[in-house]
């Protein structure tokens, strides 16, 4: 694995525990985890702090998307699928079960 890759990868693993972080503060029908936050709620309303939330959800989801895009043309699979089926062209065929020898009838003098 080439390091652009694995850099690709650690991001997506950031970025969907802060996705699950985000998700979590937000309120849904009833009261959400953004309520025990209080400051905040005082500081921005409670409205602007959900829409807030929401953009950094999208956020998040978008960047996660693209990287992944992005990621899976980072590797390097044609490389790979060249040597194995240049493996198995070197091959020889064999028997699954070896081939008793056949007797040969021999005439009785």
């Given at each position: 694995?080439?390091?652009?890759?694995?850099?690709?990868?650690?991001?997506?693993?950031?970025?969907?525990?802060?996705?699950?972080?985000?998700?979590?503060?937000?309120?849904?029908?009833?009261?959400?985890?953004?309520?025990?936050?209080?400051?905040?709620?005082?500081?921005?309303?409670?409205?602007?702090?959900?829409?807030?939330?929401?953009?950094?959800?999208?956020?998040?989801v978008t960047f996660i998307a693209v990287v992944s895009?992005?990621?899976?043309?980072?590797?390097?699979?044609?490389?790979?699928?060249?040597?194995?089926?240049?493996?198995?062209?070197?091959?020889?065929?064999?028997?699954?079960?070896?081939i008793a020898p056949v007797e040969q009838d021999t005439?009785?003098?």
């Open positions: 694995m080439n390091a652009l890759f694995t850099t690709l990868v650690v991001l997506i693993i950031i970025a969907s525990i802060l996705l699950i972080l985000v998700v979590l503060l937000q309120s849904g029908k009833g009261d959400g985890m953004a309520s025990n936050f209080v400051a905040g709620n005082q500081t921005f309303g409670v409205r602007q702090t959900a829409d807030i939330l929401e953009k950094i959800t999208w956020g998040l895009i992005v990621a899976s043309f980072t590797t390097n699979t044609k490389s790979t699928e060249i040597n194995i089926s240049d493996k198995i062209e070197n091959t020889t065929a064999q028997p699954e079960f070896p005439p009785n003098d």
